[in-house]
């Protein structure tokens, strides 16, 4: 599988900050799930900017994976959810879901992610927090089905075949 990070933060892309989320979600994917991280960008809270890497990296380059870290909280500037729902074709509502549960076990400002997650062609796109904390707990939430959920994307043969099917009478 291969997958981008782009780090969305004004801060970070303007170098008066170090990203930490991105370089660990790096690490996360590569240590933990074996992937290739394939593309890595920085950018400023814009949403054309962010619209265009996720257009870029779906339609020229075909990741599977794009994990977007950064901007999904209520600042004026926290745009990455509305780039990301101009740019995905269909909502997976069930991934934001389950790691906003999660958070709350930890943290009540979980209540205040925006976090979109979403389809576009054959490609997921997470967003995911800017807090490496919180960026390293989400994605630790969506381990046990993010194999099987590329797999469904790209159309894996054999992919349904985990699913037991049963009868109700």
């Known amino acids: 599988m291969r997958v981008g990070i782009l780090t969305v933060s004004d801060r970070a892309s303007g170098q ?3 990203d930490r989320s991105g370089p660990l979600i ?17 950018v400023p809270d814009e949403t054309a900017q962010i619209e265009k890497i996720l257009i870029g990296w779906v339609d020229a380059r075909h990741l599977n994976l794009i994990i ?5 909280g209520f600042s004026p500037r926290d ?12 909502e997976a509502p069930g991934l934001a ?4 549960a999660a958070s709350l076990r930890v943290t009540p400002h979980a209540m205040l992610s925006r976090a979109v997650c979403g389809i576009r062609a054959q490609t997921l796109i997470v967003n995911l927090p800017g807090s490496p904390k919180a ?8 381990y ?3 194999p099987h959920a590329l797999e469904l994307l790209i159309d894996a043969s054999g ?3 985990s699913h037991q099917f049963v009868q109700r009478v």
Do not use: C, F, H
């Not at 590569?30 to 960008?41: D, N």
């Not at 745009?79 to 269909?90: F, L, M, Q």
């Not at 879901?97 to 906003?100: C, D, G, K, L």
């Not at 960026?135 to 969506?142: D, F």
């Open 79 to 90: 745009v990455t959810p509305e780039a990301t729902r101009s740019v995905i074709e269909r």
């Open 144 to 146: 046990p089905v993010l």
């Open 26 to 42: 790096e690490r996360l994917i590569e240590e933990r799930l074996g992937w290739e991280v394939a593309e890595t960008e920085i």
């Open 97 to 100: 879901e389950a790691m906003r």
């Open 16 to 18: 008066q900050y170090e």
């Open 159 to 161: 992919a349904d075949t």
């Open 135 to 142: 960026a390293k707990e989400n994605l630790e939430t969506l």
């Open 68 to 72: 977007t870290t950064g901007g999904t």
